[in-house]
Protein backbone atom coordinates (compact mmCIF):
# COMPACT_ATOMS: atom_id res chain seq x y z
CA UNK A 1 0.00 0.00 0.00
CA UNK A 2 2.57 2.75 1.38
CA UNK A 3 5.91 2.65 -1.01
CA UNK A 4 9.07 4.44 0.52
CA UNK A 5 12.23 4.76 -1.14
CA UNK A 6 15.43 5.95 0.31
CA UNK A 7 18.45 7.90 -1.14
CA UNK A 8 21.37 9.73 -0.15
CA UNK A 9 23.78 7.37 1.04
CA UNK A 10 27.37 6.78 0.17
CA UNK A 11 31.12 7.02 1.29
CA UNK A 12 31.86 9.46 3.36
CA UNK A 13 34.89 10.27 6.00
CA UNK A 14 34.98 10.27 9.64
CA UNK A 15 33.01 14.14 10.63
CA UNK A 16 31.43 14.68 7.11
CA UNK A 17 28.14 15.20 6.36
CA UNK A 18 25.21 13.69 4.51
CA UNK A 19 21.21 13.81 3.69
CA UNK A 20 19.17 10.84 3.66
CA UNK A 21 15.91 11.60 1.30
CA UNK A 22 12.69 8.99 1.88
CA UNK A 23 10.21 9.62 -0.86
CA UNK A 24 6.44 8.31 -0.02
CA UNK A 25 4.01 7.25 -2.09
CA UNK A 26 0.84 4.99 -2.49
CA UNK A 27 -0.16 6.30 0.58
CA UNK A 28 -1.81 9.75 2.61
CA UNK A 29 1.38 10.65 4.12
CA UNK A 30 0.01 12.99 6.79
CA UNK A 31 -1.22 9.91 8.37
CA UNK A 32 1.88 8.51 9.14
CA UNK A 33 4.68 8.78 11.84
CA UNK A 34 8.36 8.46 9.82
CA UNK A 35 11.16 6.84 10.79
CA UNK A 36 14.85 6.02 10.75
CA UNK A 37 16.48 3.22 11.54
CA UNK A 38 19.74 1.56 11.08
CA UNK A 39 21.26 -1.90 11.15
CA UNK A 40 24.92 -2.66 10.58
CA UNK A 41 26.35 -6.21 9.88
CA UNK A 42 25.88 -8.62 12.43
CA UNK A 43 23.06 -6.71 14.46
CA UNK A 44 19.96 -5.72 15.49
CA UNK A 45 18.00 -3.07 13.73
CA UNK A 46 17.76 -0.01 15.99
CA UNK A 47 16.12 2.82 16.24
CA UNK A 48 17.90 6.59 14.91
CA UNK A 49 15.01 9.00 14.95
CA UNK A 50 11.24 9.79 14.27
CA UNK A 51 8.89 12.44 13.53
CA UNK A 52 5.51 12.55 13.87
CA UNK A 53 2.57 12.90 11.39
CA UNK A 54 2.60 16.74 11.24
CA UNK A 55 6.38 17.41 11.66
CA UNK A 56 6.08 18.89 15.98
CA UNK A 57 7.67 16.37 17.68
CA UNK A 58 11.09 14.38 17.17
CA UNK A 59 12.77 11.66 18.48
CA UNK A 60 16.50 10.69 18.88
CA UNK A 61 18.09 7.82 20.20
CA UNK A 62 21.12 8.87 22.62
CA UNK A 63 24.10 7.89 19.94
CA UNK A 64 22.55 10.63 17.24
CA UNK A 65 21.10 13.13 19.50
CA UNK A 66 22.69 16.19 18.92
CA UNK A 67 24.53 15.31 15.72
CA UNK A 68 21.25 14.00 13.29
CA UNK A 69 18.02 16.12 12.42
CA UNK A 70 14.57 14.33 11.44
CA UNK A 71 12.44 16.47 9.22
CA UNK A 72 9.16 16.08 6.75
CA UNK A 73 8.53 18.00 3.95
CA UNK A 74 4.55 17.02 3.75
CA UNK A 75 3.90 18.69 0.33
CA UNK A 76 6.43 16.41 -1.04
CA UNK A 77 5.72 13.46 0.74
CA UNK A 78 9.20 12.95 1.80
CA UNK A 79 11.06 12.49 5.08
CA UNK A 80 15.03 13.95 5.52
CA UNK A 81 17.49 12.67 8.12
CA UNK A 82 20.64 15.60 8.41
CA UNK A 83 23.91 13.82 9.92
CA UNK A 84 26.51 15.66 10.98
CA UNK A 85 29.61 15.07 12.33
CA UNK A 86 29.62 11.29 11.01
CA UNK A 87 31.48 8.92 12.74
CA UNK A 88 32.74 5.00 11.72
CA UNK A 89 30.56 4.19 14.15
CA UNK A 90 27.41 5.62 12.03
CA UNK A 91 28.00 2.65 9.39
CA UNK A 92 25.01 1.30 8.71
CA UNK A 93 22.34 0.29 6.31
CA UNK A 94 19.67 2.99 7.18
CA UNK A 95 16.23 2.38 6.71
CA UNK A 96 13.20 4.64 6.11
CA UNK A 97 9.96 3.41 7.98
CA UNK A 98 6.43 4.55 8.20
CA UNK A 99 3.90 3.97 11.07
CA UNK A 100 -0.01 4.32 10.68
CA UNK A 101 -0.83 7.13 13.12
CA UNK A 102 1.54 7.27 15.70
CA UNK A 103 5.60 7.49 16.55
CA UNK A 104 7.06 4.00 15.94
CA UNK A 105 10.40 3.93 18.15
CA UNK A 106 10.88 0.21 17.99
CA UNK A 107 11.42 -1.44 14.51
CA UNK A 108 8.15 -3.99 15.06
CA UNK A 109 5.59 -1.43 15.45
CA UNK A 110 6.40 0.48 12.15
CA UNK A 111 3.94 -0.76 9.36
CA UNK A 112 5.81 0.05 5.88
CA UNK A 113 9.59 -0.02 5.50
CA UNK A 114 11.99 0.86 2.50
CA UNK A 115 14.67 -1.22 0.99
CA UNK A 116 17.71 0.68 2.72
CA UNK A 117 20.25 2.78 1.65
CA UNK A 118 24.14 2.27 2.71
CA UNK A 119 26.13 4.75 4.81
CA UNK A 120 29.78 4.03 5.32
CA UNK A 121 31.98 6.46 6.95
CA UNK A 122 35.59 6.08 7.22
CA UNK A 123 38.70 6.66 9.63
Known amino acids: QVQLAESGGGLVQAGDSLRLSCAASGGTFTRYGMGWFRQAPGKEREFVAA????????YYSDSVKGRFTISRDNAKNTVYLQMNSLTPEDTAVYFC????????????????WGQGTQVTVSS
Open 51 to 58: IGPSGSMT
Open 97 to 112: AAALGVVAKTPRANDY
